[in-house]
C-alpha cells in the first residue's frame, strides 16, 4: 500500500511540475504579448504625431498657395 502511495505521490508531483513548466511558458507569452502590444501601441502614437504634423503642414501649403493666387491677381495684364 506504501509503495502505491508512493507511486501515486510521484505521478502528482510529476503532473504539478508538468503544469508549473505549462504556467511559466504561459507567463513568458504573455509577457512577450505585452511587449509586443507595447511597441504597436508606441508606433501608434508616433503615427499619429506624423499625421497630425503632415496635417499642420498641408495647412500651411494651402495658406501660402492662396496668399500666392492673391499676389498673382496684382499682376495680371
Do not use: D, P
Amino acid at each position: 500500500m506504501a509503495a502505491e502511495q508512493a507511486h501515486q505521490f510521484r505521478a502528482i508531483l510529476g503532473s504539478v511540475t508538468q503544469l508549473a513548466r505549462q504556467v511559466e511558458g504561459v507567463a513568458k507569452a504573455t509577457s512577450e504579448v505585452n511587449a509586443a502590444s507595447q511597441e504597436v501601441a508606441a508606433a501608434s502614437e508616433e503615427q499619429s504625431a506624423a499625421m497630425e504634423h503632415i496635417s499642420q503642414i498641408a495647412q500651411e501649403l494651402a495658406f501660402t498657395a492662396e496668399a500666392l493666387q492673391e499676389e498673382m491677381k496684382r499682376f495680371r495684364l
